[in-house]
């Protein structure tokens, strides 16, 4: 079967890898489309995401779905045939952060196509994988595997914004309109914010903004745009670059909530941090996700909205180009890669 490794800085192939088999609890799901994420551009143009380096080869890929095929022994979940989703984190379960109900950084979690842990954990961009049965998630009724390849990222999505507080009302600053952007925009509409303002460089990503329900879009790099609010209630700092983290810090009403979604680079970032004391801004990290999960697939369910968002669909074979086009924001959202057909 094909398959995504990722060997080093700009070293990615697309090379046969063994089929595998289910072993004792776990699923072999047939992958239809996985969604290129911006740490699997990380790891293809840089070697890594944040401190996470490579150490070996890896198979990249964390937002998989397709249809289940069949189950080791012992486990059971959606009939073979079925459209999942892959939920891509297995937490160990009883480290202190997961018995206190926050999995989501548990400290000795498994994540598809991540080299945070040595052996890294192989990821979904293949044509068969296998993970833990109670990772597969049945689609809801009217949810596409098309539409269906955009719950991962907006899981994170959901998790910054309940990062963020109660939104109800208010008026929320997302900076930076990637794929984790746009999304965290649908998200805090979800969530009953009054105004949602989005910053980003360039004008491409801001029209995708808007098309999940921005109200205001900013161009970042002009200071005389007439949409720059006078202050937010809160923010979602999505750009992974200090000078967002820098204009949330001074947008964000005294007394508001920032959160820091994107992952900044590794080492000392510098910020505004005298802010964060003399208004008493309350700053939160937001990392991955856990139930938002399932509640993404059924927000997806009811959105047609987010088809806007996946600008690109490719072939397996031909991933170094869908790595290039995601890479290009000026042409793209979200990419996704095409396993149908592939043995």
Same mark, same amino acid.
């Given at each position: 079967?094909?398959?995504?490794?990722?060997?080093?800085?700009?070293?990615?192939?697309?090379?046969?890898?063994?089929?595998?088999?289910?072993?004792?609890?776990?699923?072999?799901?047939?992958?239809?489309?996985?969604?290129?994420?911006?740490?699997?551009?990380?790891?293809?143009?840089?070697?890594?995401?944040?401190?996470?380096?490579?150490?070996?080869?890896?198979?990249?890929?964390?937002?998989?779905?397709?249809?289940?095929?069949?189950?080791?022994?012992?486990?059971?979940?959606?009939?073979?045939?079925?459209?999942?989703?892959?939920?891509?984190?297995?937490?160990?379960?009883?480290?202190?952060?997961?018995?206190?109900?926050?999995?989501?950084?548990?400290?000795?979690?498994?994540?598809?196509?991540?080299?945070?842990?040595?052996?890294?954990?192989?990821?979904?961009?293949?044509?068969?994988?296998?993970?833990?049965?109670?990772?597969?998630?049945?689609?809801?009724?009217?949810? &596409? @595997?098309?539409? /269906? #390849? *955009? %719950?991962?990222?907006? !899981?994170?999505?959901?998790?910054?914004?309940? $990062? =963020?507080? +109660?939104?109800?009302?208010?008026?929320?600053?997302?900076?930076?309109?990637?794929?984790?952007?746009?999304?965290?925009?649908?998200?805090?509409?979800?969530?009953?914010?009054?105004?949602?303002?989005?910053? &980003? @460089?360039?004008? /491409? #990503? *801001? %029209?995708?903004?808007? !098309?999940?329900?921005?109200?205001?879009?900013? $161009? =970042?790099? +002009?200071?005389?745009?007439?949409?720059?609010?006078?202050?937010?209630?809160?923010?979602?700092?999505?750009?992974?670059?200090?000078?967002?983290?820098?204009?949330?810090?001074?947008?964000?009403?005294?007394?508001?909530?920032?959160?820091?979604?994107?992952?900044?680079?590794?080492?000392?970032?510098?910020?505004?941090?005298?802010?964060?004391?003399?208004?008493?801004?309350?700053?939160?990290?937001?990392?991955?996700?856990?139930?938002?999960?399932?509640?993404?697939?059924?927000?997806?369910?009811?959105?047609?909205?987010?088809?806007?968002?996946?600008?690109?669909?490719?072939?397996?074979?031909?991933?170094?180009?869908?790595?290039?086009?995601?890479?290009?924001?000026?042409?793209?959202?979200?990419?996704?890669?095409?396993?149908?057909?592939?043995?």
């Amino acid at each position: 079967m094909l398959g995504c490794v990722i060997h080093g800085q700009g070293d990615l192939r697309v090379t046969e890898l063994p089929v595998p088999e289910p072993g004792p609890g776990q699923a072999l799901v047939a992958v239809r489309y996985g969604g290129v994420c911006g740490s699997d551009l990380h790891y293809w143009r840089h070697g890594g995401v944040g401190d996470f380096r490579l150490r070996e080869p890896m198979v990249l890929g964390h937002e998989v779905v397709g249809t289940v095929v069949e189950y080791g022994a012992g486990a059971s979940g959606p009939a073979p045939g079925t459209a999942v989703a892959v939920h891509p984190a297995a937490p160990c379960g009883v480290c202190p952060e997961c018995e206190g109900g926050r999995r989501n950084v548990c400290r000795d979690t498994r994540y598809l196509g991540s080299a945070a842990r040595f052996p890294h954990v192989q990821g979904g961009f293949a044509a068969r994988v296998v993970v833990p049965a109670e990772q597969v998630r049945p689609l809801p009724p009217g949810l &596409d @595997l098309r539409r /269906a #390849a *955009l %719950a991962e990222p907006l !899981s994170v999505a959901l998790h910054a914004v309940r $990062r =963020a507080g +109660d939104l109800r009302g208010r008026h929320v600053l997302v900076t930076g309109a990637g794929p984790i952007g746009c999304l965290v925009v649908a998200a805090a509409k979800a969530a009953g914010a009054a105004q949602v303002t989005v910053t &980003d @460089l360039l004008p /491409a #990503a *801001l %029209a995708y903004a808007s !098309s999940v329900g921005a109200d205001t879009l900013v $161009r =970042a790099d +002009d200071p005389t745009d007439p949409g720059w609010p006078a202050e937010v209630d809160a923010a979602v700092e999505a750009s992974g670059v200090a000078a967002g983290l820098d204009t949330c810090l001074r947008l964000v009403r005294r007394g508001g909530v920032l959160v820091q979604l994107g992952m900044l680079p590794p080492g000392p970032s510098p910020f505004a941090g005298n802010l964060v004391v003399s208004r008493e801004i309350e700053l939160r990290g937001a990392f991955r996700f856990d139930a938002e999960f399932d509640d993404a697939l059924a927000l997806l369910a009811v959105g047609p909205a987010f088809d806007g968002l996946v600008s690109a669909v490719v072939p397996v074979r031909d991933a170094e180009s869908a790595f290039a086009l995601a890479a290009d924001r000026s042409r793209s959202c979200k990419v996704l890669l095409n396993f149908a057909g592939t043995p």
